[in-house]
């Protein structure tokens, strides 16, 4: 799988992606500059890390939107190309339009850092097709805006039409308030495109996918990936 | 400043000026004996800096050089941006730890944030990729109105930063007493790594060398700073000194780290550092100090934020995310390329001379012309008087037959694990993102921070300690125990502690009774760290911590940094698995002087500090440490605050989302509640399967360290029988809600 992370000026998680899909999984993975338009027609996946890309000032991604590489990026997904947005990356999805909604302060009004369980609501998608019977992950949160908002109708249209990729749950897959970390309308933690290919999610799967630790559920989602790419051969 | 901004720059220097810029009478005689003039205005700002306490260590380098600093690993000690120790397969490791006190009590989010700012950039310019951020915090008393705000503003200053720059903050301590109420601390930690040959170091190389600016403009907040908002007590002119503390922009800090790490790869940059405290004045004239060399800058290239600049506001701002560097002429263009890569401004500001003087234009005229020597070594070396506190006789003792032992200890354990200082401070690392990077092998809440290095099968281990309550009671050997409780924290999570840093914080160094409290402290880390051959390889001094009079505890905070060598082998205080067995390395004496019981209990901060037996703390850290390395047990805890019946509630549920039950059976003459919270030193809390206790026991005799069998995990609840009869017997997750939610419960209410 040809992969590409993008960097922009404060892009912070942007390594930790690259290091578990070269060096862990073994992937051939480029960066992507933000100053720069490239024809991304070769590559199997994009990835937009998280951070705070220009220092998330204004608001998260709203600065990033305007970057050339998102010309790309954009042209990319509308001919059918993955994309996949890791919170920062997320919000830069959003703000681009490429995904609808928008992500506010986390309800807490703190930035959040931990291990949260989210339920896998379709795996039938290119990023969770490997997950085989597991439908509940424990990845961490790191974030400050992270609590997804869109309005009921377009929330219940993203539902019948299995955008809703992953609910904030508990351990055992019940969603509860005590289990949505940010106060997410619908817990939502991850959403597709109608087309789904392009999604964005807050967890960091790249977080729990280093076997040097326990966890790795993150990997679930990288697997997927690869195996989609190569069946697209 | 505000009253210097009046003063017109050509204005002759009367006493009133002098003594507004923190000068004494004597010190402006000894400027005019150097120079064999007056000093002008702008030069006379410079001195006030650069002779400030906070940078010229004026009352405190006499008694610093008894530490010990250096060790066949280290590469660098004090005295520059960071100490640097080798780890082997060409990697080193540059830390230190450094105050920002007074600006975080003036403005705790601001304060707070660029205390982790300036540590970070202390590191990076050793060449080193910061990786993990720390911090040592001590607030107020909880009753206090203000300590809410405080402790709220400073995390989330620390979090703002650190998290957008994208260093993770891995761990730390907080504590509050009464004496912080008009004092804050805020000492941040910053720990990166760096290539063993290629540590850069601030120096300005040959004469023809270009001075290169970076990053930030030079706007006007933060002036003096460093001279009279850190080297002066707190007063009523306090709030108004506000002004004088900068503010931070983490992501130009982040920008400013990449690019840096960057341009350090090209063997024509020739020196660098960080615009700091007394900003763009205290980084040329110690460049130049380090060459031997001189410096000419012309003012009028330095990029400004605002009009109307006057050269004693660009010398003297201390505007942050700035840096200075020194490049060989003729790769100007390079180094912009990159520095515009990543969109920070830039400007070629002078040059590098041979006459050994920083000789400043602006406006087209000279207007400092002065002797770097004169400066950077021209501050007094005071010898201040020290005289032994009288409070000391009145505290040094404490009668425990006036106090009731109990027949029952349930209360006395609920009440230490709902105390802030022992409480879980989840509700504070959760606002950290300690986890970006994935070097986090052990998360926020254990003995130490444990950061896995990449590309070897290294680890390295964090810890910050000190029991200021301790120093209070007996400096020296409060210190001492600062020092072996960080080596042990380290050691139980399996490293060899291989140096250390450290943050002198203490009241006016005026007074004889502080100095004395110094001079104890410095000695008893000294004398600790030469029995452990731990080096002390970086660190800062803070004094002036005190307001209207009230100074704070003796804080000599320490962050030791050890290593282990295989990453498998990290070892965390949680217990793994029910059946396993409880022991106890080390053993308890009837000690209960200062100790966190007598202050919740009691209320009562006396007594002697527990007893420091060095040779027993190194016979129970190797054996502690040769069972990890053995991989014998499946947990080990240092027992510190709140004694043995809270160091044994803590591993029962802090091993991630896990909770386990336990049950001890202790045998004793002592008192029960010196039993059970007593602070003596030199104790490690260990479990292990049981199959292995015959093995272990064999070991401890071999280490001649005490070892005895306490209990076994599992069940629902928290039991202890003293001599067979129960003192204690509490469900484990009612302990455990107390102790998770009761620091974050405080923190949240709005008042």
């Keep these: 799988m040809k992969c590409g992370v993008v960097v922009f000026p404060g892009s912070n998680c942007d390594h930790d992606c690259y290091h578990i899909l070269h060096h862990v999984l073994n992937q ?104 085989g019977e597991k439908n509940v992950l424990e990845i961490p949160i790191a974030h400050h805006q992270g609590s997804y908002y869109i309005d009921p109708r377009s929330l219940r249209r993203l539902e019948s039409n299995g955008q809703i990729v992953f609910r904030y749950c508990d351990d055992g897959g019940n969603i509860s308030a005590e289990s949505n970390p940010n106060g997410s309308v619908g817990a939502v933690a991850g959403i597709t495109n109608a087309q789904k290919n392009v999604m964005g999610m807050m967890p960091h799967p790249e977080r729990c996918a280093d076997p040097l630790w326990s966890r790795t559920d993150g990997q679930i989602i990288f697997r997927s990936l690869i195996a989609n790419s190569r069946r697209r051969g | 400043m505000d009253n210097s901004k009046k003063i017109q720059p050509g204005a002759e220097i009367t006493p009133a000026i002098v003594a507004q810029h923190g000068l004494t009478a004597a010190e402006f005689r000894r400027i005019r004996d150097l120079l064999n003039r007056a000093p002008n205005l702008t030069e006379l700002g410079i001195f006030s800096v650069m002779w400030s306490e906070h940078c010229s260590y004026k009352s405190s380098r006499a008694h610093l050089k008894k530490l010990p600093v250096t060790s066949p690993k280290v590469l660098q000690g004090p005295g520059e941006n960071a100490g640097v120790i080798d780890i082997g397969d060409g990697i080193a490791v540059a830390f230190k730890i450094e105050s920002h006190n007074h600006p975080s009590f003036i403005e705790p989010r601001q304060g707070a944030a660029t205390g982790v700012g300036g540590i970070m950039r202390d590191i990076f310019t050793m060449g080193a990729r910061p990786i993990a951020l720390m911090n040592s915090l001590r607030f107020g008393d909880l009753e206090e109105r203000r300590t809410r705000f405080l402790l709220n503003g400073v995390v989330d200053g620390i979090a703002s930063y650190g998290n957008c720059a994208g260093v993770p903050t891995v761990g730390g301590e907080i504590y509050f007493d009464s004496c912080y109420n008009g004092n804050i601390l805020v000492n941040a930690f910053c720990l990166g790594l760096v290539k063993s040959d290629r540590i850069f170091r601030a120096g300005t190389g040959g004469v023809g060398n270009q001075i290169l600016y970076v990053g930030s403009k030079t706007g006007r907040d933060g002036i003096h700073g460093a001279s009279l908002l850190a080297s002066a007590e707190f007063d009523e002119t306090t709030e108004g000194k506000r002004p004088t503390v900068q503010v931070g922009d983490p992501f130009t800090e982040k920008l400013l780290i990449e690019a840096c790490l960057e341009l350090f790869a090209f063997d024509w940059v020739a020196g660098v550092q960080d615009m700091g405290a007394a900003g763009l004045t205290s980084s040329a004239f110690e460049m130049a100090h380090r060459a031997g060399t001189g410096v000419r800058m012309d003012l009028a290239k330095v990029p400004l934020r605002e009009d109307g600049m006057v050269a004693y506001d660009i010398l003297l701002s201390e505007s942050q995310e700035r840096m200075l560097f020194v490049i060989e002429p003729g790769h100007e263009n390079e180094a912009a390329a990159i520095l515009d890569k990543w969109g920070l401004n830039a400007a070629i500001i002078g040059e590098v001379i041979a006459e050994p003087c920083v000789r400043i234009q602006f406006d087209g005229r000279e207007v400092v012309n002065l002797p770097v020597s004169a400066v950077v070594d021209g501050a007094l070396e005071l010898r201040r008087e020290t005289k032994r506190p009288e409070y000391l006789d009145q505290v040094a003792h404490i009668n425990l037959h006036e106090l009731p032992d109990f027949s029952r200890g349930d209360t006395a354990l609920k009440k230490l694990l709902a105390c802030p200082n022992i409480a879980s401070k989840e509700w504070v690392f959760e606002q950290y993102d300690h986890a970006v990077r994935l070097n986090t092998l052990v998360l926020p809440g254990s003995d130490a921070a444990v950061l896995r290095i990449k590309d070897t099968q290294k680890a390295v281990a964090i810890s910050v300690d000190c029991n200021s309550r301790y120093c209070y009671l007996d400096p020296y050997e409060g210190a001492a125990i600062a020092v072996a409780e960080a080596c042990r924290n380290v050691v139980c999570s399996g490293a060899q502690p291989i140096g250390l840093t450290n943050c002198l914080n203490f009241g006016n160094p005026e007074k004889p009774e502080i100095m004395w409290q110094f001079e104890q402290a410095v000695e008893g880390m000294a004398d600790a760290c030469r029995f452990f051959g731990i080096p002390v390889v970086s660190g800062n001094v803070s004094l002036y911590n005190e307001t209207k009079g009230d100074a704070i505890y003796p804080t000599p905070t320490v962050a030791v940094v050890g290593i282990i060598e295989n990453q498998k082998r990290v070892m965390t205080q949680g217990f793994k698995k029910s059946g396993d067995q409880i022991a106890l390395i080390g053993f308890t004496m009837e000690e209960l002087g200062g100790t966190e019981y007598l202050k919740i209990m009691f209320d009562r901060g006396e007594g002697k500090p527990p007893v420091l037996d060095r040779a027993r703390e190194k016979q129970v ?109 509490q469900k484990i997750s009612v302990l455990k809600k107390l102790w998770a939610t009761s620091l974050g419960n405080y923190a949240r209410q709005i008042t």
């Design chain 1, 28 to 131: 051939e993975t480029h960066w992507l500059w933000h100053k720069e338009e490239a024809d991304l027609g070769s590559f199997d996946l994009v990835i937009l890390p998280g951070g705070f890309s220009y220092g998330d000032y204004l608001r998260a991604g709203a600065i990033a939107r305007f970057s050339p590489v998102m010309n790309s990026i954009i042209h990319f997904a509308e001919n059918g190309g993955t994309v996949l947005g890791i919170c920062n990356g997320f919000q830069i999805l959003l703000e681009c339009g490429l995904l609808p909604g928008v992500l506010m302060q986390n309800q807490s009004g703190k930035f959040i850092c931990k291990n949260v369980f989210v339920r896998v609501e379709n795996s039938d998608t290119v990023f969770t097709r490997d997950g």
């Design chain 2, 621 to 729: 850290q190797s054996f502690c440490g040769e069972l990890i390395r053995k991989e014998l047990i499946a947990s080990a805890h240092d027992c510190s605050e709140g004694g043995l019946a809270v160091a044994v509630a803590e591993s029962c549920f802090s091993y991630g989302g896990k909770t386990f039950g336990a049950t001890l059976a202790l045998e004793s003459t002592l008192r029960n509640d010196t039993l059970l919270f007593g602070e003596t030193q030199s104790r490690i809390i260990i479990s292990f399967p049981e199959e292995r206790a015959d093995e272990i026991a064999n070991m401890a005799a071999a280490f001649s360290a005490n070892f005895s069998l306490i209990g076994k995990v599992g069940g629902t609840h928290f039991t202890v029988t003293v001599n067979e009869k129960e003192v204690i017997k």
